[in-house]
């Protein structure tokens, strides 16, 4: 079945940028979607379709897929931005969605 | 507003069932895939079921089919998930989240979930 693999964490300082993976064979040819989960709430969207924001997203969250890697870029981090953020794909091999393992960003 | 609202959760013995509930509004429901996805405490989001605009089509995971069954009613704006023969495993809050087709849609609506906790 088709894994996706994050890193379990990844550290930064406000006003940095932040970059976290999501590693997955050919990942480059499926759709990527991105979300942030702070504690004791539900999931929200951040990035869909690779690279797009949804409405009220600040344009500091952006999206790259390609090759074996997919990222979620987040520009000049703030204090509000420390969550758990997870990857997301439709696996068209096994009719599956597909969520990375998460990965929680510490702002330092 | 467009929103999600999950209820019917609970504790429940092993081997019982449960059935949930998830009430939109907001937005034409009948037009959307809708999905149920679960994160067990402390753990990471695990999708467990999608189901087509008409129910046409159902997706699951391989761990919870036989198991649980995913429906909807679009005349009352509503999804359910039906879990028979239930595992300790099966412990997680439940999200109901529009979206998850087999064309790549996103999640971009959650509910706040519901907690399901199986345990004698």
């Known amino acids: 079945s088709y894994m996706l693999t994050q890193p379990p964490s990844v550290s930064v300082a406000p006003g940095k940028t932040a970059r976290i993976t999501c590693g997955g064979n050919n990942i480059g040819s499926k759709t990527v979607h991105w979300y942030q989960q702070k504690p004791g709430q539900a999931p929200v969207l951040v990035i869909y379709y690779d690279s797009d924001r949804p409405s009220g997203i600040p344009e500091r969250f952006s999206g790259s897929n390609s090759g074996n890697t997919a990222t979620l870029t987040i520009s000049r981090v703030e204090a509000g931005d420390e969550a758990d953020y997870f990857c997301?794909?439709?696996?068209?091999?096994?009719?599956?969605?597909?969520f990375g393992g998460g990965t929680k960003l510490t702002v330092l | 507003e467009v929103q999600l609202v999950e209820s019917g959760g609970g504790l429940v013995q092993p081997g019982g069932s449960l059935r949930l509930s998830c009430a939109a509004s907001?937005?034409?429901?009948?037009?959307?895939?809708m999905s149920w996805v679960r994160q067990a405490p402390g753990k990471g989001l695990e999708w467990v079921a999608t189901i087509k605009q008409d129910g046409s089509e159902k997706y699951y995971v391989d761990s919870v089919k036989g198991r649980f069954t995913i429906s909807r009613d679009n005349a009352k704006n509503s999804l359910y998930l039906q879990m028979n023969s239930l595992r300790a495993e099966d412990t997680a809050v439940y999200y109901c989240?529009?979206?998850?087709?087999?064309?790549?849609?996103?999640?971009?609506?959650w509910g706040q979930g519901t907690m399901v906790t199986v345990s004698s």
């Open positions: 989240a529009r979206g998850g087709s087999s064309t790549g849609l996103a999640f971009d609506i």
């Open positions: 997301q794909v439709w696996d068209n091999s096994s009719d599956h969605v597909v």
């Open positions: 907001g937005f034409t429901f009948s037009s959307y895939w």
